[in-house]
Nanobody
Framework: QVQLVESGGGVVQAGGSLRLSCPAS????????MGWYRQAPGKQRDLVAA???????NYADSVKGRFTISRDNAKNTVYLQMNSLKPEDTGVYYC????????????????WGQGTQVTVSS
C-alpha cells in the first residue's frame, strides 16, 4: 500500500509564504507524476501544479509566478513553495501521485493524501 502525507499547511496573512511537503511511502516501482490540488469550501478539487518524474511542470494560471512545484525523486517527495499568498488561495491542499507498481506495469495507480489546510487571511 502507498501512503501520502501532506504537511506544511497553516494560517498566513496575505502576501506571506508557505511550503508544503508530501512524501510517498510504501512499496512501488516509480512515481510518474506528482501534483498538488486545492479544494475551497463548496467547490470542486482543482489542479494547482504537477510535475513529472523528469521535471516537467504544469501550473494553474492563477498561481503562475507565485507557486513553485519541485520534487526529490530519491526521497519520493513533492514540494509546493507558495509565495505572495492571496485569500483566494485558501483551501485544503491535496497531494496526488500516479504510481507504477512494478517495472512491467502498464497502468498507473493513483493515490491521494488526506490534505492539509491552508488559510490566507486578508
Amino acid at each position: 500500500q502507498v501512503q501520502l502525507v501532506e504537511s506544511g499547511g497553516g494560517v498566513v496573512q496575505a502576501g506571506g509564504s508557505l511550503r508544503l511537503s508530501c512524501p510517498a511511502s510504501g512499496s512501488f516501482f516509480s512515481i510518474e507524476v506528482m501534483g498538488w490540488y486545492r479544494q475551497a469550501p463548496g467547490k470542486q478539487r482543482d489542479l494547482v501544479a504537477a510535475i513529472t518524474r523528469g521535471g516537467s511542470t504544469n501550473y494553474a494560471d492563477s498561481v503562475k509566478g507565485r507557486f513553485t512545484i519541485s520534487r526529490d525523486n530519491a526521497k519520493n517527495t513533492v514540494y509546493l513553495q507558495m509565495n505572495s499568498l492571496k485569500p483566494e488561495d485558501t483551501g485544503v491542499y491535496y497531494c496526488k501521485a500516479d504510481i507504477r507498481s512494478t517495472p512491467l506495469s502498464v497502468r498507473f495507480m493513483t493515490y491521494w493524501g488526506q490534505g492539509t489546510q491552508v488559510t490566507v487571511s486578508s
